[in-house]
Nanobody, 115 residues
Framework: QVQLVESGGGLVQAGGSLRLSCAAS????????MDWYRQAPGKQREAVAT???????NYADSVKGRFTVSRDNAKNTVYLHMNSLKPEDTAVYYC?????????WGQGTQVTVSS
């Protein structure tokens, strides 16, 4: 069992920055790839960023150059640093891990970007 808890969301003006955190408990995630997803109202959930256990990263085209995913294995935590935020980044952001064949999701954190 893995529990994921996101935090750090909020209301920010366009061009601003936020840092989201995803704290894992119940299991060590250092050997797992971790993902960030987001879901805007009326839209499907979409992948935003991935970081592998080795620290390799991958990003959706819409956030490349603006978002950075990182991890602190000592804290069992993954981060999403978001810069140059746009109104279209408004969504609930979720972290995700697949562990032993099971999908685990956090409860999400709301990010709202005003124009």
């Amino acid at each position: 069992q893995v529990q994921l808890v996101e935090s750090g969301g909020g209301l920010v003006q366009a061009g601003g920055s936020l840092r989201l955190s995803c704290a894992a408990s119940g299991s060590d995630i250092s050997r797992n790839a971790m993902d960030w997803y987001r879901q805007a109202p009326g839209k499907q959930r979409e992948a935003v960023a991935t970081i592998t256990s080795g620290g390799n990263t991958n990003y959706a085209d819409s956030v490349k150059g603006r978002f950075t995913v990182s991890r602190d294995n000592a804290k069992n935590t993954v981060y999403l640093h978001m810069n140059s935020l746009k109104p279209e980044d408004t969504a609930v952001y979720y972290c995700h891990v697949i562990k032993r064949g099971y999908d685990y999701w956090g409860q999400g954190t709301q990010v709202t970007v005003s124009s």
